[in-house]
């Protein structure tokens, strides 16, 4: 027995369970370093194409419509970071199984490392904003990286007659305790590599931190000219200036948003992992496409030359439950779409025109398509470099986005803009289009209670109840209440401030004690009343009421 090949002392390290965590942490390490040369390279070959970021990617893209929304549901712009906690969640659980995989099947465990990057490699390359081959860079040498330190690892844990520089008389002059059977440490006894593996261990884990942390300063600094661009930019005096908020657009009661919403509150919804920054004075804008007589490239000083107009306006996101946060108001300041579009020979399908559709592309490679028609019929269509006197902030689309009144967000508002291509429905189905979306969703009427909020416990008396109402290009003329089942009753329309934003209300309620449901709705000024039926944001928003229950003390 004493010769036999399992010999405690060549049968590697015991007992068993410790060895397995030693294998799953060995796992651990190579995903650690793995992740942090990937970033590392990212941040140099180009942030978007770290493999979490462009995994994430593919998988919003590949999400359908109806799970998007449960996301933004559940998360609210908290989705990315979820989505990106739960790659790595399940990047974990990859390293730690492909760890202990290794301690039996060594190469095996190595490749499944490479596979994962290939996987990486693969999606990066596959993304829309990819810049070519380049992009699988960051993932394949993150996967060497990982897949060697795996190896290495695992043949630290290994019987020292599996290391070909551990031989047995070896290590017997180097721990004579252990032939002596002096009741030695049972790691020494198994005869692993305990210093070389702890050693290894430890330089691995610090240069991962290293990388990473260098990674991080790197990409940092790479966005550093877009930074500069942005502080650098002076925003024209608009030729056409907003007129002053008229008097009373806000009203006095605590819990309304407020008319203007601030940059810093104002919602985000889009499919960008990491936030594009983009130079301004890189920053290109091509307008083609069929009826385009006189394509032009522009830059952001081209822009800036030209007439700067100021307006209001009211985004609103498809995805919007009823009563939900994702409408916001602005003044934006810009260049008129419509304008330019003229100048380069489109003419709207209204006046013989052969492209029906305008296709705005992103620089992160989001498609939005919005009818010419409504582009070109006279509205505020803007090109806007500004957003409540300030440049754009980069999660809203700097240095220039698209913003249309009365069309939802998905169907106008492209952000990171640089390409517009003329088009037609017929021919060309944009990236949400694809996903389930309507091709066309002007804004549904709507009306949101903002105070009192749900459950809220109110006293008894006079009530305020207030909140917002919208429908974009048509105006509200008309927002009434509903207390349980009772009769509508109008209430009091705040000041307007153009048909292209929201408006505010308010209806003091004779409160009674018990439990009640507040109801609204709003009518437009083509006279159509807000709907009662009940849709789901998929295909074109939603519809429906807002309610909200609370128990009056
Ligand atoms: N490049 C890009 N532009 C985009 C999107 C996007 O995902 N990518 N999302 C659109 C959607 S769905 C909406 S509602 C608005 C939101 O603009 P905001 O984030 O500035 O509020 O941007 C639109 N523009
Ligand atoms: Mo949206």
Redesign the pocket.
């Known amino acids: 027995m004493k010769d036999d090949k399992r010999n405690p002392r060549q049968a590697g390290i015991r007992p068993r369970p410790v060895r397995g965590a030693l294998g799953a942490l060995s796992g651990a390490l190579a995903g650690c370093a793995a992740l942090a040369v990937a970033e590392l390279v990212s941040a140099w070959v180009r942030p978007q194409a770290g493999p979490v970021v462009a995994v994430g990617g593919a998988a919003i893209d590949r999400t359908p419509a109806a799970v998007k929304d449960w996301a933004i549901r559940h998360f609210g712009t908290n989705d990315k970071l979820v989505l990106q906690l739960g790659i790595l969640a399940v990047l974990t659980l990859f390293a730690l199984a492909l760890g202990v995989l290794a301690l039996r099947y060594r190469r095996a465990g190595a490749g499944g490392v490479l596979v994962i990057g290939v996987v990486g490699a693969i999606a990066a390359v596959g993304r829309p904003d990819s810049s070519g081959p380049a992009d699988a860079v960051p993932s394949l040498a993150g996967a060497l990286a990982g897949a060697l330190l795996l190896y290495f690892l695992i043949g630290r844990l290994r019987p020292s007659a599996d290391r070909p520089e551990a031989t047995a008389g070896h290590e017997s002059a180097d721990r004579p305790e252990a032939t002596a059977g002096t009741g030695p440490d049972p790691d020494e006894a198994a005869g692993w590599d305990r210093r070389g593996f702890v050693i290894a261990a430890t330089a691995a884990a610090a240069a991962s931190a290293g990388a990473g942390a260098l990674g991080r300063a790197l990409g940092a600094a790479s966005g550093r000219d877009a930074a500069a661009s942005r502080e650098d930019v002076v925003l024209p005096v608009p030729a056409s200036p907003a007129a002053p908020l008229p008097k009373g657009t806000q009203v006095r009661v605590a819990g309304v948003s407020p008319f203007t919403t601030p940059n810093s509150a ?7 992992l990491v936030v ?1 920054r983009v130079d301004a004075n890189t920053w290109r804008l091509r307008i083609h496409g069929t009826g385009v007589t006189r394509p032009v490239t522009l830059s952001f000083a081209d822009l800036l030359r030209r007439e700067a107009v100021e307006r209001d306006i009211t ?6 439950e009823v009563g939900g946060p ?1 409408v ?1 108001n602005a003044r934006w300041i810009g260049v008129r779409l419509a304008d330019l579009l003229a100048e380069c020979g489109v003419k709207p399908p209204s006046r013989g025109g052969p492209a029906d559709q305008l296709v ?1 592309r ?5 498609t ?1 398509g919005s009818p010419v028609e409504d582009v070109m019929d006279g509205r505020d269509a803007l090109l806007a470099l500004g ?1 409540n006197g300030a440049p754009l902030p980069f ?3 700097f240095p220039v ?2 913003v249309v009144p009365g069309l ?3 169907v ?6 640089k390409d517009i291509e003329l088009t037609t429905f017929d021919a060309y189905d944009p ?2 289009v694809r996903r389930g979306w309507a091709r066309k969703a002007p804004v549904k009427t709507q009306s949101r209670i903002d105070t009192p909020k749900p459950f809220a416990r109110p006293e008894a008396g006079t009530v305020m109840v207030a909140g917002v109402a919208w429908a974009q290009h048509r105006g509200i003329d008309k927002v009434e209440v509903r207390v349980d089942d009772g009769p509508w009753q109008g209430a009091t329309l705040a000041a307007e401030d153009t048909r292209d934003t929201w408006r505010q209300w308010s209806f003091p309620w004779k409160a009674t004690k018990g439990g009640h449901t507040l109801t609204v709705r709003a009518t437009d000024r083509t006279g159509a009343l807000q709907t009662e039926r009940r849709t789901r944001t998929v295909p074109d928003g939603a519809s429906g009421r807002h309610s909200v229950v609370v128990t009056v003390g």
Not at 362 to 366: A, I, L, P, T
Not at 412 to 417: L, P, T, V, Y
Request: aromatic share 20%; with cysteine.
């Open positions: 104002f919602y985000r919804v889009d499919t960008a594009p985004l609103t996101c498809v995805s919007n994702y916001g705005a992103s620089v992160d490679g989001m939005i957003m999660e809203h689309g986005r698209m939802y967000g998905y106008s508002a492209c952000k990171w803009i990236y949400w």
